[in-house]
């Protein structure tokens, strides 16, 4: 029988992140931040050298990409579509079906998480479904076959000074569907940049370990402003 390269590939891949250990990592690495192996290890619960050997197999296999500063080893997502690869099959694992909280930490955590988050390199959570609805209900954003940006829209960007790098091969709009809240927020280029500046600009802050963020009153004011988002929905 002749073997299908595409099919083994797959199959390679698929036993990539067919350990809940890489898994684990996978996820944590969804908050589009470099990680160190250090601290991958602890988050995972598993011995260092455990973890060095699960994420030689994720380098290797091209899901990440590492780099090494003094004694410290880096890891990130090697790209976009891996972070879309991971977030799409996390979408999957419905809320009712997902392993409940064992304490209150955990409950909180969870909620901060589902309130609003990034998801690699974009908002996500009930945060991310508002601005994407905001953008839709003003017609900057359409979503009838796939996402994408009006002309409108494109001129609010550029209004906000949000820049959009349009060089690349990646979709200026692309939807993602949202684990938590089961409908599409905004990614591709559009998403991300929108999430960049959200941060850079004081929009939003990273809280906890995870990958919660947080809108403070200054981004309460910009959203209220720039889309007529209602503070009382970001809380």
């Not at 390679?12 to 969804?30: H, K, V, W």
């Not at 988050?117 to 839709?136: K, M, N």
């Not at 684990?179 to 004081?202: D, F, I, K």
Request: hydrophobic content about 45%; some cysteine.
């Amino acid at each position: 029988m002749t073997r299908d390269p595409q099919a083994t590939a797959l199959a390679r891949l698929a036993a990539l992140i067919a350990d809940e250990t890489r898994a684990t990592c996978l996820l944590a690495l969804l908050d589009g931040r470099a990680w160190t192996a250090g601290e991958l290890a602890r988050h995972a619960g598993v011995a260092a050298s455990t973890l060095s050997e699960h994420l030689g197999r994720l380098v290797a296999g091209g899901l990440l990409t590492e780099e090494r500063q003094g004694r410290h080893r880096y890891v990130r997502l090697a790209d976009a579509r891996g972070a879309q690869l991971v977030e799409d099959l996390a979408a999957q694992v419905a809320p009712d079906r997902a392993a409940r909280p064992r304490n209150l930490r955990e409950s909180s955590a969870g909620s901060a998480m589902a309130r609003g988050r990034t998801c690699y390199d974009h908002l996500a959570g009930r945060l991310g479904i508002v601005v994407t609805d905001a953008l839709t209900a003003r017609g900057l954003l359409v979503q009838k076959t796939g996402f994408a940006l009006t002309d409108a829209g494109l001129a609010w960007f550029e209004a906000a000074g949000i820049g959009l790098d349009r060089r690349g091969r990646r979709p200026l709009a692309r939807a993602c569907l949202d684990w938590t809240e089961r409908r599409p927020h905004l990614a591709g280029v559009a998403g991300a940049a929108l999430c960049r500046h959200a941060l850079e600009s004081g929009w939003c802050v990273r809280i906890g370990s995870e990958r919660a963020v947080k809108v403070t009153e200054v981004g309460e004011r910009a959203l209220s402003d720039l889309l007529g988002v209602e503070p009382a929905t970001l809380r």
